[in-house]
């Protein structure tokens, strides 16, 4: 055998082996793609049917961590820290101080809290229907995908958009199995509320107020920055006519 035919012989041997690998890779992408959407959807369904243990399995574990981050500041955390953190962490924080009893908050862990916030309204269930998934991309371990949520009417983007399209879930693969990653949504979250409050020009903690209230059914007093939790007043939120600013996407 020549050179030439040798080398004609290994270059398309090679082109081969290009071409099965590519494929390899789109059909474990197309994989991947189909297990994401698999996984939101049951996400979603354990969210609507109240199975906090079900939807806890499904996170990852820095959701697992930011948990713990969040409810060691409601316990402790004071006003100073507690005032600087993003808008989804302070309306958490200002959530459970309003409505769970430290001691009862201290022994839960995100199951117990996942359950809870279902049970107990803070996860709206039709809000949760409403919310769905659209392309997905997938990056090695690491996937995102444009969250399909119903428009808050009047908002746009920077670029003429609408807000609520902004919005991207994020995934990764934790443990050789895709998790959802739900300190990756809030931060995406955090970024909508900031244009939108900017655009309308209202104050991110009289939104806070606000969403809690009509949650509760009951006043916030500005002690809950730096009171225990669930230790404000149960004073009835007063009846009013005016508007109030849109709510925010379920977590």
């Not at 994401?36 to 199975?51: E, H, P």
């Not at 908050?105 to 107990?120: F, P, R, T, W």
């Not at 809950?224 to 230790?231: I, K, R």
């Amino acid at each position: 055998m020549t050179f030439r035919s040798t080398a004609s012989s290994a270059l398309l041997l090679a082109s081969c082996a290009y071409l099965v690998a590519g494929a390899q890779v789109v059909t474990a992408q197309t994989d991947d793609v189909a297990a994401v959407r698999d996984l939101f959807n049951r996400y979603k369904t354990a969210l609507l049917s109240g199975d906090g243990a079900t939807a806890a399995r499904l996170v990852d574990t820095e959701t697992f961590q930011y948990f713990e981050e969040i409810k060691g500041l409601t316990l402790t955390g004071t006003e100073d820290a507690v005032r600087q953190r993003p808008f989804v962490d302070r309306l958490l924080i200002v959530t459970m101080r309003h409505e769970l009893p430290a001691a009862e908050l201290a022994s839960m862990n995100l199951e117990g809290l996942l359950k809870h916030a279902i049970d107990a309204g803070w996860i709206g269930k039709q809000s949760i229907m409403g919310l769905g998934i659209g392309e997905i991309t997938v990056d090695g371990d690491q996937a995102t995908a444009v969250a399909v949520t119903p428009a808050t009417p009047g908002t746009t983007g920077a670029a003429g958009t609408d807000a609520a399209s902004e919005l991207r879930y994020r995934f990764v693969r934790d443990q050789g199995e895709w998790r959802f990653g739900f300190r990756s949504l809030v931060e995406s979250i955090n970024q909508m509320i900031a244009q939108i409050t900017k655009q309308m020009g209202t104050d991110q903690d009289a939104l806070i107020f606000v969403l809690v209230e009509q949650l509760s059914g009951r006043k916030v007093l500005p002690e809950v920055w730096s009171l225990p939790p669930a230790s404000a007043p149960a004073t009835p939120v007063p009846q009013s006519d005016e508007a109030v600013p849109p709510s925010v996407p379920p977590q």
